[in-house]
């Protein structure tokens, strides 16, 4: 058997040739020998200068460390995130993991991409080599329990690759360590978040459970399997009503370069019918090469439901009530809440679900043109006030902000104000309290300056000032570039759920939710003052 080679590239924004990892560690690069089938491949690396080897299979590709931007309240451990070829790359510091002593980067440095259910990047001081082990060589890591903490090793390997011992590092399990909050947020942000991207936080064997997201329509409960979720996303603005279709299809929006057709579940399934608002989602399903978008009333959770709680759809529902595309009912709670698992392929079999697809394939035979054509035609661009806090680009729709003002010299310290407000101001015969914005989002304090400017939000009816360091423009954001944000901690995935992703200009601007950036206590005093 052939190995596969890791692929280093120049710089993390172009498709460099595959270039294999040496064999051994001494510094050139080499194509590894063919090895037994029984044999496993391992990439090992240094940090710290201790030697860790990462299996073959996760591992992405190897490409020198990009240029990153920070996210505020993220873990310690992330140096940020990078644009690799069009997608957003978080970059996680080893070192910082393992609390070795920090090291600047240089030309060995590289980032090891690593897919733990999304792509990850992880620094490592140097790549070593790809090498061959055999079973029987590598070992339990009770031996080194005592003096090294191996609940991140999976094995040791001892005397290969001219190494007396490298640590296997189970990189699940360092994620779970340092990023619970990815695999946590599935409850709370699984709404804004692609599904796939959450990281499993339990060890153990789940081929008697099942996994499914739950979401509600009309006051109940439904769940599907989360391996026929592509995604699910916000309601947009605008929805594109296809003439003459039936009434379950709601019409079609525009999801990253393609038309999505759009069908109500409620009408589906003849429920009272809840008016679209700011909870509403719309699960996108897939089947085969087909995608069509649900809209259900609010999204749940992600649950683990053992096999021993399903029953089957009695069968006089499933003959008489034409609930074919309900093939079984989960019993939570000890029988109290009933949750019914809609089966995506018989959902596919429905008719609402044909008519869906074949009115966006009908819009493109009466246009007359490619696909991608007529997605760029419906594709609204979101207005967006872009500002700085230090090096980095953040940007709030242009209906949030209310006004721009510039700082005064002096704000005015109001006795018992809350302790998260940095002071007052007089706008035009009002008060208005101001909040420094580095300080609300865990950055440094830095001194007053002319460029600086308090940003004006009217947040649940409370007009409230940020300060940030500079208001750059105000320019329009394509949909298309703008995605889901890597949830790293649970602040961070309501405050700055989604980005920019502008690759031709080589920007990347992280998109603040303004409802977000005081606490409903918070609301309360600022209120009262």
Same mark, same amino acid.
């Given at each position: 058997?052939?190995?596969?080679?890791?692929?280093?590239?120049?710089?993390?924004? &172009?498709?460099?040739?595959?270039?294999?990892?040496?064999?051994? =560690?001494?510094?050139?690069?080499?194509?590894?020998?063919?090895?037994?089938?029984?044999?496993?491949?391992? /990439?090992?690396?240094?940090? %710290?200068?201790? $030697?860790?080897?990462?299996?073959?299979?996760? !591992?992405?590709?190897?490409?020198?460390?990009?240029?990153?931007?920070? !996210?505020?309240? @993220?873990?310690?451990?992330?140096?940020?995130?990078?644009?690799?070829?069009?997608?957003?790359?978080?970059?996680?510091?080893?070192?910082?993991?393992?609390?070795?002593?920090?090291?600047?980067?240089?030309? @060995?440095?590289?980032?090891?991409?690593?897919?733990?259910?999304?792509?990850? #990047?992880?620094? $490592?001081?140097? !790549?070593?080599?790809?090498?061959? /082990?055999?079973? @029987?060589?590598?070992?339990?890591? #009770?031996?080194?329990?005592?003096?090294?903490?191996?609940?991140?090793?999976?094995?040791?390997?001892?005397?290969?690759?001219?190494?007396?011992?490298?640590?296997?590092?189970?990189?699940?399990?360092?994620?779970?360590?340092?990023?619970?909050?990815?695999?946590?947020?599935?409850?709370?942000?699984?709404?804004?978040?692609?599904?796939? &991207?959450?990281?499993?936080?339990?060890?153990?064997?789940?081929?008697d459970e099942l996994q499914l997201v739950s979401f509600d329509v009309a006051g109940q409960e439904y769940a599907i399997a989360i391996e026929d979720v592509q995604e699910i996303v916000q309601v947009p603005e605008t929805i594109i009503h296809v003439p003459h279709s039936e009434s379950h299809v709601m019409g079609v929006m525009t999801l990253r370069s393609r038309l999505l057709p759009l069908v109500s579940l409620s009408r589906m399934f003849h429920l009272p019918e809840k008016q679209l608002d700011e909870k509403s989602r719309i699960v996108v399903l897939a089947l085969g090469?087909? =995608?069509? +978008?649900?809209? /259900?009333? +609010?999204?749940?959770?992600?649950?683990?439901?053992?096999?021993?709680?399903?029953?089957?759809?009695?069968?006089?529902? $499933?003959?008489?009530?034409?609930?074919?595309?309900?093939?079984?009912?989960?019993?939570?709670?000890? #029988?109290?809440?009933? !949750? =019914?698992?809609?089966?995506?392929?018989?959902?596919?079999?429905? =008719? @609402?679900?044909?008519?869906?697809?074949?009115?966006?394939?009908?819009?493109?035979?009466?246009? +007359?043109?490619?696909?991608?054509?007529?997605?760029?035609?419906?594709?609204?661009?979101?207005?967006?006030?872009?500002?700085?806090?230090?090096?980095?680009?953040?940007?709030?729709?242009?209906?949030?902000?209310?006004?721009?003002?510039?700082?005064?010299?002096?704000?005015?310290?109001?006795?018992?104000?809350?302790?998260?407000?940095?002071?007052?101001?007089?706008?035009?015969?009002?008060?208005?309290?101001?909040?420094?914005?580095?300080?609300?989002?865990?950055?440094?304090?830095?001194?007053?300056?002319?460029?600086?400017?308090?940003?004006?939000?009217?947040?649940? %009816?409370?007009?409230?000032?940020?300060?940030?360091?500079?208001?750059?423009?105000?320019?329009?954001?394509?949909?298309?570039?703008?995605?889901?944000?890597?949830?790293?901690?649970?602040?961070?995935?309501?405050?700055?759920?989604?980005?920019?992703?502008?690759?031709?200009?080589?920007?990347?601007?992280?998109?603040?939710?303004?409802?977000?950036?005081?606490?409903?206590?918070?609301?309360?005093?600022?209120?009262?003052?």
């Open positions: 058997m052939t190995t596969e080679t890791v692929q280093q590239q120049e710089d993390a924004g &172009s498709v460099e040739p595959s270039v294999p990892v040496e064999t051994e =560690s001494h510094g050139g690069d080499e194509v590894l020998d063919e090895v037994a089938s029984d044999t496993r491949q391992f /990439v090992t690396f240094i940090a %710290g200068n201790e $030697v860790f080897a990462v299996d073959m299979a996760p !591992v992405q590709e190897i490409i020198r460390v990009p240029d990153v931007i920070r !996210v505020p309240l @993220a873990p310690p451990t992330l140096e940020g995130l990078a644009n690799l070829r069009g997608k957003v790359l978080p970059i996680i510091s080893l070192r910082r993991m393992f609390g070795f002593e920090e090291h600047e980067h240089d030309d @060995a440095t590289r980032a090891v991409v690593v897919d733990v259910g999304q792509p990850l #990047g992880f620094v $490592v001081d140097r !790549v070593a080599s790809v090498v061959g /082990v055999e079973p @029987a060589q590598i070992e339990d890591v #009770g031996a080194i329990r005592s003096t090294v903490n191996t609940e991140l090793l999976s094995g040791l390997i001892k005397n290969v690759g001219g190494h007396a011992m490298i640590m296997v590092l189970d990189f699940n399990k360092l994620v779970q360590s340092e990023f619970r909050e990815i695999a946590n947020l599935a409850k709370s942000s699984v709404a804004a978040s692609t599904v796939s &991207s959450i990281v499993d936080t339990d060890d153990e064997d789940v081929s090469g087909s =995608s069509v +978008g649900v809209t /259900v009333d +609010g999204v749940s959770e992600v649950l683990r439901v053992a096999k021993t709680l399903v029953d089957a759809m009695p069968a006089l529902l $499933v003959r008489d009530g034409g609930l074919a595309e309900i093939a079984d009912i989960c019993r939570l709670d000890d #029988g109290k809440r009933l !949750v =019914s698992i809609i089966t995506a392929r018989n959902m596919f079999n429905h =008719s @609402a679900i044909r008519e869906a697809l074949t009115s966006v394939s009908d819009i493109g035979q009466d246009t +007359g043109r490619d696909m991608t054509d007529v997605d760029e035609d419906l594709d609204d661009d979101e207005q967006v006030v872009v500002f700085r806090l230090d090096k980095e680009e953040f940007g709030v729709p242009i209906a949030s902000v209310q006004e721009i003002v510039r700082v005064p010299d002096e704000l005015i310290h109001v006795p018992k104000a809350p302790p998260f407000v940095e002071g007052v101001i007089n706008l035009r015969g009002s008060v208005l309290p101001v909040i420094d914005l580095r300080l609300r989002l865990g950055l440094s304090r830095v001194e007053r300056s002319d460029r600086q400017r308090i940003m004006v939000f009217l947040i649940a %009816g409370v007009r409230t000032g940020f300060i940030v360091d500079q208001v750059s423009e105000v320019f329009k954001i394509p949909q298309a570039a703008i995605e889901s944000a890597p949830q790293l901690s649970s602040e961070q995935g309501k405050l700055l759920s989604r980005m920019a992703n502008l690759e031709k200009q080589k920007r990347m601007v992280q998109l603040l939710e303004p409802t977000h950036l005081v606490e409903s206590d918070q609301l309360q005093e600022l209120a009262a003052m």
